[in-house]
């Protein structure tokens, strides 16, 4: 059971370049997040799903997008890359939605992107 | 901003010690979780607690809820090297059902 895939795990980008960071969970959870971790910073939202054709904005959106169209796939496309995205980014998953005994959330192990 | 405050940021203690870990918040939260996180992976969930005073053992790691729901703190008996890594809270806002806030982490370091 592979759980939540993300690839790639490592990536440099020259600034205005665009990527789109591949996340597939194979749980049949509804619930998928985006979210990026910065030293000293915790993680922080990016953008998240409910279902598929479902998205939604979190706490730090600008300068990305996603689509969901599938149950299994949540892929996070950044368009013009800027040295402020360098970061860790992390896709997530969940059966419902956050706070659930039953519901913890599920991580990938990451894509580390640089922007130079 | 940063709605879960963690304290301290970095923690290096020797084994058998004990420790603990804060996280605050002046919102109230539904829910609280902790969560585990080793280099190059991804957090991996310790315990979920739910209920204001909520208290929560999981062998050596006690989780406790405030009775305002607005704080939690782990304290860990006699660390181990095994308990090296990255501790995160996240909560749960009330009116947000679907968005979870992490805290800003502690990193912790067991020493043998």
């Known amino acids: 059971n592979a759980g939540v895939t993300q690839t790639p795990k490592f990536r440099i980008l020259k600034i205005g370049q665009s990527m789109t960071l591949q996340c597939t969970q194979d749980?049949?959870?509804?619930?998928m997040y985006w979210y990026r971790q910065d030293p000293g910073m915790g993680l922080k939202l990016i953008y998240y799903?409910?279902?598929?054709?479902?998205?939604d904005k979190g706490e730090v959106p600008n300068g990305y997008n996603v689509s969901r169209s599938t149950t299994e796939d949540f892929p996070l496309r950044l368009e013009l890359a800027a040295p402020s995205q360098t970061s860790v980014y992390f896709c997530?998953?969940?059966?419902?939605?956050?706070?659930?005994?039953?519901?913890?959330?599920?991580f990938g192990n990451g894509t580390r992107l640089t922007v130079t | 901003t940063q709605l879960l405050e963690q304290s301290p940021q970095f923690l290096s203690i020797q084994e058998g010690e004990n420790l603990t870990v804060y996280c605050n918040s002046s919102?109230?939260?539904?829910?609280l979780q902790w969560y585990r996180q080793e280099p190059g992976e991804g957090p991996v969930l310790l315990v979920t607690?739910?209920?204001?005073?909520e208290v929560k053992k999981l062998k050596r790691l006690t989780f406790q809820f405030g009775d305002a729901r607005k704080d939690s703190s782990l304290h860990i008996t006699a660390a181990q090297p095994g308990d090296t890594g990255l501790y995160l809270c996240?909560?749960?806002?009330?009116?947000?059902?679907?968005?979870?806030?992490f805290g800003t982490g502690t990193s912790l370091t067991v020493i043998p």
């Open positions: 997530a998953s969940s059966l419902s939605s956050f706070g659930s005994y039953n519901s913890p959330l599920h």
């Open positions: 749980m049949n959870h509804n619930y």
């Open positions: 799903s409910v279902g598929a054709g479902i998205t």
């Open positions: 919102s109230v939260f539904s829910s």
């Open positions: 607690v739910v209920t204001g005073g």
């Open positions: 996240a909560g749960g806002l009330a009116n947000t059902g679907n968005q979870f806030y």
